[in-house]
């Protein structure tokens, strides 16, 4: 992905849910209440940046893909 296109505020998440988990605050899709952000990026309710990246089958933003990082070691 280049620069350009993660500056565009017309591509937001590319209709994917932000994050794949139910229940987090950043399982929110384009055109939701609330929502900030774009591309790979968001913004949560107090303000701080949240990443995203593929975990397995999933994306998952930064939180949850740490814990899902934790339950592979566990498993
Ligand atoms: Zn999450």
Redesign the pocket.
Known sequence: MSTTDRMNPSVLFGGDY????SG????VREGDSGVQGHGNWAVRADGSF?S?SRYGEAM??????RQWLLRQRVS
């Not at 932000?18 to 988990?21: N, Q, R």
């Open positions: 932000f994050c794949a988990t987090c605050e950043l399982h949240a995203r998952l933003c930064d939180v949850c893909g």
